[in-house]
Structure formats: C-alpha cells, structure tokens
C-alpha cells in the first residue's frame, strides 16, 4: 500500500489562509478519490471534504480540497480562518485498503 | 438526524477480549447501503482502519488485525460491534465507529465521538 503525508503542524492566524498537503507516495493521487476529515477536542469528527473536491451540506464554502496531479498530492485549503478552525486534519484515501494520512494540526492564532 | 454512538470498557486487561459496540440512531442499519466500520487512533498518533461490515454480515478487516477481529451487524438492535481478542497494550486507543457513504467503502460521513480503551501494559 502507499502512505500519505501531511506536515504535522501549520499554523496561521485569523482571517488568512492556510493549505494543508497529503502526498502519496506511490500510484497516482487522482486514481482514488482524497478525503479530508476535521477532528476538534470534545466533538465528533466530521468530514470536511470528500471524493477530491466536494464539500458536504453545512460545511462553509471556506474549505476547499483539489488535487495536483504533478505533484502527486491533495490538498485542503481553509480560507477566512476562524478560531474554531483549529483542529486536526486528516487526509484519506483507498489502496488496496483504506489509507489515512498521518494527520496535521492547525493552529490558529 | 444520524447519529452514531460507541459503548464498552474503558478497560481491558491483556490477553482479555476488547468489545465494543455502536449505537445507530436516525436511519435502520438494516439493508443499508452503507458500510459500517471502526476506526482507531492510538495516544499521539495516526488514525487506523480496522474493517467494516455491510448489510447481509459482509465483513472486511485490517489484514494486520485480522486474525484477532470479529465486527458484526445486528439490524434487531440497529447496531454493530466489535471484537478484539488477546489484547495488548498496543491496543490502547480512541475507537470509533463510522458510516461510509452510500456503496462506498472508504468515504465515512458521519462519526462516533469515540471511546477510549486502554489496555494496561
């Protein structure tokens, strides 16, 4: 199976903007749909980005995922950071089993 | 409003059996066309896929875990369960439970909160 890697940590303050990548290491990042999930302290996780590109209903158009094929990578950018943005965020994706990306955490400050 | 909800030990002593249970609430479970599936995440590091089970008792498990793990389905209930047998402390972690969306078995939408089970070394 190929791994995905995310930096551990980023951070950014309020109201700027802030890009997490998810590398794969072998095979073609767009030959399987990128997911991005949103763990915060206290509530459950939620998915903030599935199949590459798409948001689910009630996530705010300030999260946005796309895909760079040269780079073999996805990536997650959240625009307009809020506090409340601060969080750990997981990339995934499927190999010959579910791959999860080994996370990073966003500060906002 | 799905909800899903993960129940058990908080403890488990080594070699003992770890077993878990999710609560679904807000749609039947029962000839779904959702795969139903834990998850984990040990103390400071990565999430972890441990296998799914689908409508029917369709199972699929982590080839690392699979040799140890049961998941099954129970629609009377409207739950799932896990079990993992002859534990370790390696086996310490946050466990939850999730629903992928419809025929699809790698995109979770919705998610437990989670439980953690500590396996004392």
């Known amino acids: 199976n190929f791994v995905l890697t995310?930096?551990?940590?980023?951070?950014?303050?309020?109201?700027?903007?802030?890009?997490?990548?998810?590398?794969r290491s072998s095979g073609t990042i767009a030959s399987k749909y990128v997911q991005w999930y949103q763990f915060?302290?206290?509530?459950?996780?939620?998915?903030?980005?599935?199949?590459?590109?798409?948001?689910?209903?009630?996530?705010?158009?300030?999260?946005?995922?796309?895909?760079?094929?040269?780079?073999?990578?996805?990536?997650?950018?959240i625009s307009g950071l809020k506090t409340e943005d601060e969080a750990d965020y997981f990339c995934q994706s499927f190999g010959s089993s579910v791959v999860f990306g080994g996370g990073t955490r966003l500060t906002v400050l | 409003q799905l909800q899903l909800q993960e129940s058990g030990p908080?403890?488990?002593?080594?070699?003992?059996?770890?077993?878990?249970?999710?609560?679904?609430?807000?749609?039947?479970?029962?000839?779904?066309?959702?795969?139903?599936?834990?998850?984990?995440?040990?103390?400071?590091?990565?999430?972890?896929?441990?296998g799914n089970v689908f409508d029917g008792g369709y199972t699929s498990y982590n080839p690392s875990l699979k040799s140890r793990l049961t998941i099954s389905i129970d629609t009377s209930e409207n739950q799932f369960s896990l079990k993992l047998t002859s534990?370790?402390?390696?086996?310490?972690?946050?466990?939850?439970?999730?629903?992928?969306?419809?025929?699809?078995?790698?995109?979770?939408?919705?998610?437990?909160?989670?439980?953690?089970?500590?396996?004392?070394?």
């Open chain 1, 6 to 23: 995310q930096p551990p940590s980023v951070s950014e303050s309020p109201g700027k903007t802030v890009t997490i990548s998810c590398t």
């Open chain 1, 40 to 77: 915060r302290p206290g509530s459950p996780p939620t998915t903030v980005i599935y199949e590459d590109n798409h948001r689910p209903s009630g996530v705010p158009d300030r999260f946005s995922g796309s895909i760079d094929s040269s780079a073999n990578s996805a990536s997650l950018t």
């Open chain 2, 10 to 50: 908080g403890l488990v002593k080594p070699s003992e059996t770890l077993s878990l249970t999710c609560s679904v609430s807000g749609d039947s479970i029962s000839h779904s066309r959702h795969y139903y599936t834990w998850i984990r995440q040990p103390p400071g590091k990565g999430l972890e896929w441990i």
């Open chain 2, 87 to 121: 534990v370790t402390a390696a086996d310490t972690a946050v466990y939850y439970c999730a629903r992928t969306a419809e025929w699809e078995v790698a995109e979770f939408r919705s998610w437990g909160r989670g439980t953690l089970v500590t396996v004392p070394s």
